[in-house]
């Protein structure tokens, strides 16, 4: 009884967030209903979780080399794109970054601006393919809960967005993640290109103290509207929700970290080849001395 109580309030909670809905956006891909988006990302995890490694298990892995070049780069210009139009949509042509608001008129700006978060939206289906990869190439060892929850997460809490925020001090976070895209999928795209480029490659371990960093920006932009007097957002909701996204993912991706290069379980090649000469020297009695 207590099940159907619940239920029943979730879809009266539903039924009145549709009320609000910015007629703008309804009739766009996918924001009709939230059915289509949940079928997509509930495949998306059963394949990747599941169905995948169960049809590669006796199966070579693919060689999809030209296929993750092609990828990672073109999600790279998407990338820049897409900063190009929120920039020019408003947090560059008049956005304060504190209390910006949704401009829900047909002004060419304001549409610009909710294209842009449908973009952005529907960009981060394109790259459930990270996963999809991982498993046709049998790196199932990269298919952590960090990596499924958050791509699974992002376009469940922005369909919500663009339904009826599609704008505003709660686009701020896309525009910090399309940024730190850039420099991520430009490290896919040169490692993808093969050995001749690891030597450029150095900068891996920055990749997650990017993400850190990204998550600290993001949770100190959003934390301002609490301590904002008079900052009429009508959806406070997605700022709480904002908040214990940047917060959580902040720790989940410092614990990698932690076990990614302090106890060093995932190190770059090379750096894990420096790590197991150090360890064969000092267990050997051979020591290096500091160069001035």
């Known amino acids: 009884m207590a099940l159907v109580d619940l239920t029943s309030s979730i879809m009266q ?7 609000v809905e910015d007629p703008r956006t309804k009739d ?13 990302l509930g495949f998306y995890i059963y394949f990747v979780m599941s169905l995948g490694p169960k049809l590669m298990e006796n199966r070579k892995p693919f060689d999809l080399k030209r296929v993750l070049i092609v990828y990672n780069f073109s999600v790279v210009i998407l990338s820049i ?22 401009d829900y008129s047909r002004a060419p700006q304001a549409m610009r601006m909710a294209g842009t978060c449908w973009l952005f939206y529907f960009s981060k289906f394109i790259e459930l393919l990270d996963t999809v990869f991982f498993v046709l190439r049998k790196k ?8 499924v929850f958050h791509h699974s997460v992002m376009p469940f809490t922005w ?6 925020s599609p704008g505003g001090l709660g686009t701020f976070h896309a525009v910090v993640n399309c940024f730190v895209h850039v420099v991520m999928y430009t490290y896919y795209g040169l490692s993808a290109l093969g050995p001749s480029f690891e030597k450029y490659l150095w900068w891996k371990k920055h990749l ?16 301002q509207y609490f ?15 904002i ?20 106890k060093g379980k995932r190190l770059p090649k090379g750096l894990q080849f420096t790590r197991k000469a150090q360890n064969y020297n000092n267990n050997n009695g051979v020591h290096h001395s500091k160069r001035d």
């Not at 199932?140 to 960090?146: E, G, K, R």
């Not at 997650?208 to 934390?223: A, E, K, M």
């Not at 301590?227 to 929700?241: A, E, N, S, V």
Request: glycine letters at 6%; hydrophobic letters at 50%.
């Open 243 to 262: 908040v214990v996204y940047g917060v959580t993912f902040f720790f989940l991706f410092l614990n990698f970290w932690y076990h990614a290069y302090i």
């Open 140 to 147: 199932n060892n990269q298919i952590s809960f960090l990596h």
């Open 159 to 164: 369909w919500f967005g663009v339904k009826v």
């Open 28 to 40: 766009w891909l996918l924001m009709s209903s939230m059915l289509p988006q949940n079928i997509i």
């Open 81 to 102: 794109y897409m900063i190009h139009e929120f920039v020019m949509s408003g947090w560059g042509t008049g956005y304060t970054f504190g209390c910006d608001l949704v």
């Open 13 to 19: 909670l539903y039924d009145r967030f549709l009320q």
């Open 208 to 223: 997650t103290s990017i993400q850190l960093l990204q998550f600290v920006i993001i949770t100190l932009h959003i934390s």
């Open 227 to 241: 301590f904002l007097k008079d900052c009429p957002y009508p959806y406070p909701i997605f700022m709480y929700i």
